[in-house]
């Protein structure tokens, strides 16, 4: 079920462009994954160098914590999975800088699938950010059991290392570079107004600690994981939750179909209604993973790929060239 009020702040005016330390205005994030991008040989075969300039945030995805990186654009041991080489992705981000030069390019540190943080290697990351010519990190720890308590206020045995993270990561990545953080479906409940929203998790409340101590200036970008929450998940809901304790950008996110734990399955018309939704918001973005996913089936408004649900955010929230696909 989508609300269809107005959020504080009223109706957005933001314009293409960028805003404070760089952040695009209207934030459109895409999780480039690295897994699916196609064989090249030089810089313009990539799609990532022919990215529309809609889709003005780019988070190449994943990088491990841990990351191994000798230099001279060895990408073997840094997680990141393209079939070409370090010196290829380089120039890929380069030629997309001079096609699209609003658009920023970070490195998705973390996943579900890279967890050793305890052995997090910040030196390589900073040579790797430096070597690719990126504009900083988007900061994705995700961890299995955040050891969360809902009785009262929300506390988690995650608080001391998410606090922990951001406070090393800006620290070592500091402004203009850009530090994003993605936080879970229903890592905003459990408090005020949303102490019973469902579903109820293992995650619930799991970000709330961070967003509102300190750390939190560090931060540039809260973007919401808004899927594979279950049928009882409500986007919307979640992004009003998210913004009752986060008053900075903030994008909601969507993904590609299938959804592997029964919803929400994101279609053409539901990811615009929202882009939409959020759009009243003047600090309001999408996001969107993965990028080059393509669900079973033929492709359609109901089926969509990241393409087509990149179009679809593109329009609802008001951006520029909306036509152009992603190549």
Same mark, same amino acid.
């Given at each position: 079920?989508?609300?269809?009020?107005?959020?504080?702040?009223?109706? @957005?005016?933001?314009? @293409?462009?960028?805003?404070?330390?760089?952040?695009?205005?209207?934030?459109?994030?895409?999780?480039?994954?690295?897994?699916?991008?196609?064989?090249?040989?030089?810089?313009?075969?990539?799609?990532?160098?022919?990215?529309?300039?809609? !889709?003005?945030?780019?988070?190449?995805?994943?990088? +491990?914590?841990?990351?191994?990186?000798?230099?001279?654009?060895?990408?073997?041991?840094?997680?990141?999975?393209?079939?070409?080489?370090?010196?290829?992705?380089?120039?890929?981000?380069?030629?997309?800088?001079?096609?699209?030069?609003?658009?920023?390019?970070?490195?998705?540190?973390?996943?579900?699938?890279?967890?050793?943080?305890?052995?997090?290697?910040?030196?390589?990351?900073?040579?790797?950010?430096?070597?690719?010519?990126?504009?900083?990190?988007?900061?994705?720890?995700?961890?299995?059991?955040?050891?969360?308590?809902?009785?009262?206020?929300?506390?988690?045995?995650?608080?001391?290392?998410?606090?922990?993270?951001?406070?090393?990561?800006?620290?070592?990545?500091?402004?203009?570079?850009?530090?994003?953080?993605?936080?879970?479906?229903?890592? @905003?409940?459990?408090?005020?107004?949303?102490?019973?929203?469902?579903?109820?998790?293992?995650?619930?409340?799991?970000?709330?600690?961070?967003? +509102?101590?300190?750390?939190? @200036?560090?931060?540039?970008?809260?973007?919401? !994981?808004?899927?594979?929450?279950?049928?009882?998940?409500?986007?919307?809901?979640?992004?009003?939750?998210?913004?009752?304790?986060?008053?900075?950008?903030?994008?909601?996110?969507?993904?590609?179909?299938?959804?592997?734990?029964?919803?929400?399955?994101?279609?053409?018309?539901?990811?615009?209604?929202?882009?939409?939704?959020?759009?009243?918001?003047?600090?309001?973005?999408?996001?969107?993973?993965?990028?080059?996913?393509?669900?079973?089936?033929?492709?359609?408004?109901?089926?969509?790929?990241?393409?087509?649900?990149?179009?679809?955010?593109?329009?609802?929230?008001?951006?520029?060239?909306?036509?152009?696909?992603?190549?």
């Amino acid at each position: 079920m989508l609300a269809a009020g107005l959020l504080a702040g009223g109706v @957005a005016d933001a314009k @293409a462009g960028t805003g404070a330390q760089g952040l695009p205005a209207r934030p459109l994030l895409v999780y480039h994954d690295s897994w699916y991008e196609r064989p090249a040989t030089g810089p313009a075969a990539t799609t990532l160098a022919t990215l529309p300039g809609y !889709m003005n945030l780019v988070a190449l995805s994943f990088v +491990r914590p841990d990351a191994s990186y000798p230099g001279r654009l060895d990408l073997k041991g840094t997680g990141l999975q393209y079939s070409f080489s370090g010196t290829v992705l380089r120039d890929a981000i380069a030629l997309l800088k001079r096609r699209q030069p609003e658009t920023r390019v970070l490195l998705a540190v973390g996943g579900a699938n890279y967890a050793n943080w305890d052995a997090l290697n910040l030196d390589a990351l900073v040579r790797l950010v430096q070597d690719l010519g990126a504009d900083g990190i988007d900061l994705d720890f995700e961890p299995v059991s955040p050891g969360c308590s809902v009785r009262g206020r929300v506390r988690c045995l995650s608080d001391a290392l998410w606090l922990d993270l951001v406070a090393r990561f800006r620290d070592a990545f500091p402004r203009p570079l850009l530090l994003t953080v993605p936080g879970w479906s229903i890592g @905003a409940y459990g408090e005020g107004a949303f102490r019973d929203a469902q579903p109820r998790g293992p995650h619930t409340g799991s970000i709330l600690n961070l967003l +509102r101590s300190p750390q939190a @200036a560090a931060i540039d970008l809260v973007s919401i !994981m808004a899927y594979e929450a279950g049928p009882t998940f409500d986007p919307w809901q979640a992004y009003q939750a998210y913004r009752q304790v986060w008053k900075g950008p903030l994008a909601l996110g969507v993904q590609v179909p299938p959804s592997q734990l029964g919803g929400p399955t994101y279609t053409v018309p539901l990811a615009e209604q929202l882009a939409r939704n959020v759009a009243q918001d003047p600090q309001g973005g999408m996001m969107l993973y993965p990028l080059l996913g393509r669900p079973p089936g033929t492709l359609g408004p109901d089926n969509p790929d990241g393409r087509l649900l990149a179009q679809a955010l593109c329009r609802g929230l008001g951006l520029d060239g909306c036509a152009e696909a992603l190549r």
